[in-house]
């Protein structure tokens, strides 16, 4: 399975180095849906190439898009599509069978509240010491799947291609217009 992931990218880093593709910014964690950077470290990614983008630039919505939005921490915004390996093990919270489970209600995996995805993704980390992450749906776009790595699913993914994304990128105007950047 390709996953792909939006991220700051410093493209002289190893991959698994700071602002490489696989690096788990864990100095940085702690405002994200699933962070619990005290217990473990994660990579968001994506099973779509545009929800990873808008993930990012959702904070800039309705502004005009500009190249300075495809910049974070002084570093340009890259798109990496990464191989993961058939071996991964997610918690599937898009399956009502794991919701029910879990007892986790839908409301609770899609909120943007994060006093309450962080606690319950605590939870099931601890849970499920063999899970590597979570798969869930994107709260821009329900058809899109998200997922969630936990940092011992590192070993378990390849990367593939990286590339910087600029204003006439294709999946950055994609994700303008959904966005509403004009």
């Known amino acids: 399975m390709t996953l792909y992931r939006?991220?700051?990218w410093n493209a002289r880093s190893a991959?698994?180095?700071?602002d490489g593709p696989l690096w788990i910014s864990r100095p940085y964690q702690g405002g994200g849906r699933h962070d619990n950077p005290d217990l473990y470290g994660c990579l968001y990614l994506s099973e779509h190439p545009v929800a990873s983008v808008v993930e990012l630039l959702a904070p800039f919505r309705n502004h005009r898009i500009a190249p300075s939005l495809l910049q974070?921490?002084?570093?340009?915004?890259a798109l990496a599509a990464i191989a993961a390996?058939?071996?991964?093990?997610?918690?599937?919270?898009?399956?009502?069978?794991?919701?029910m489970r879990e007892q986790l209600r839908p409301s609770e995996v899609a909120t943007r509240i994060r006093l309450v995805t962080q606690p319950r993704t605590r939870v099931l980390y601890e849970r499920h010491r063999s899970?590597?992450?979570l798969r869930w749906w994107s709260?821009?776009?329900?058809?899109?799947?998200?997922?969630?790595?936990?940092?011992?699913a590192v070993p378990l993914l390849r990367v593939q291609e990286v590339r910087a994304l600029k204003l006439d990128d294709p999946i950055v105007s994609e994700a303008a217009a959904i966005l509403g950047l004009s």
């Not at 991959?15 to 700071?18: M, S």
């Open 139 to 152: 709260t821009f776009e329900a058809s899109w799947i998200n997922i969630t790595l936990f940092d011992r």
């Open 15 to 18: 991959h698994d180095e700071p």
């Open 131 to 133: 899970a590597d992450g």
């Open 6 to 8: 939006c991220f700051p």
């Open 85 to 99: 390996s058939e071996r991964l093990d997610l918690i599937d919270l898009d399956d009502p069978a794991i919701l």
């Open 72 to 77: 974070q921490r002084g570093l340009p915004l």
